[in-house]
């Protein structure tokens, strides 16, 4: 049996990881896959890329990108999610922010350099015509992190998956101010280098399972209320969500990577482009 080690955001996203694990398809496949949640999300699972503590992300694709281009010996072998990730934008439910113009020049809650909470408000700085240049970050690691640094008034806003963040605007925590989608597939699957090289089968039987599990995972009896229990959420925002997310079966194109580094390229993210070879690998 091989080992190998898997990170995740403990987000609904990763449900189908979850019952393919529960449900022994790896193990049938002589694979004992090892999963971690990582609730720091992107920045910490590209280091734990880089220093070997796990062989495969499911990660945000411009996170990853990101920081393939600065060093990370992995690559980009799938798309995992299609669909945009819908960024809410988040306020103390008590401060006197009302609209997105208020937050121009305040200081934006991130989980950790790097983060896509730290480029996605790039992003949106961008698109709202804002100097990207005067963002400033407060880094708080996790979600009850950045509770504690808008309840303090020690960051203003706070950007994080629309969906697992509604809890707390439901509880009277945040208040969501608006939304930003990502321009590009949110979630991808990377592989460490090395992995690819010595196991390329082993990664091959991974994806042939994982995409039989989300081809499948829409037609689960009663999948949307699992998803509501399992992550906090109410039955008909899981259904809402269910309706925007569309799990993907293929590779990252060519065109879609140079989308996604021309915008980090003009944000000033990254320095330079790297080649599709660099980033990207079939197996």
Same mark, same amino acid.
């Given at each position: 049996m091989k080992t190998i080690k898997i990170a995740g955001v403990p987000e609904h996203f990763n449900l189908p990881w979850n019952l393919a694990i529960d449900n022994g398809d790896f193990e049938k496949e002589n694979i004992d896959l090892q999963w971690t949640d990582v609730p720091e999300g992107t920045g910490k699972m590209c280091q734990m890329l880089r220093d070997g503590s796990t062989d495969i992300a499911v990660i945000l694709t411009e996170g990853i990108v990101k920081d393939i281009v600065a060093g990370n010996k992995s690559k980009i072998v799938q798309i995992y999610v299609e669909s945009p990730l819908i960024w809410g934008i988040h306020v103390a439910a008590k401060s006197d922010y009302k609209t997105l113009a208020d937050l121009e020049n305040k200081k934006v809650a991130i989980s950790r350099l790097g983060s896509g909470s730290q480029l996605m408000a790039y992003v949106n700085a961008d698109n709202q015509n804002w100097k990207t240049e005067n963002l400033q970050f407060e880094i708080v690691n996790t979600i009850d992190g950045a509770v504690d640094a808008l309840t303090s008034g020690n960051a203003d806003y706070f950007m994080w998956e629309r969906f697992m963040t509604k809890p707390l605007v439901d509880n009277g925590t945040f208040r969501r101010i608006d939304d930003c989608p990502t321009p590009w597939p949110c979630f991808v699957i990377a592989v460490r280098d090395e992995v690819i090289e010595n196991d390329p089968t082993i990664i091959s039987k991974i994806l042939s399972v994982i995409n039989q599990t989300t081809e499948d995972f829409k037609d689960i009896p009663s999948i949307d209320k699992s998803l509501a229990s399992n992550y906090n959420q109410k039955t008909e925002d899981i259904k809402e969500w269910l309706s925007l997310t569309h799990?993907?079966?293929?590779?990252?194109?060519?065109?879609?990577?140079?989308?996604?580094?021309?915008?980090?390229?003009?944000? !000033? =993210? =990254?320095? !330079?482009?790297?080649?599709?070879?660099? =980033?990207? !690998?079939?197996?």
């Open positions: 799990w993907s079966q293929k590779s990252l194109a060519p065109q879609m990577l140079n989308k996604v580094q021309n915008q980090l390229l003009q944000l !000033k =993210i =990254i320095d !330079k482009k790297g080649t599709f070879e660099d =980033i990207v !690998k079939t197996v």
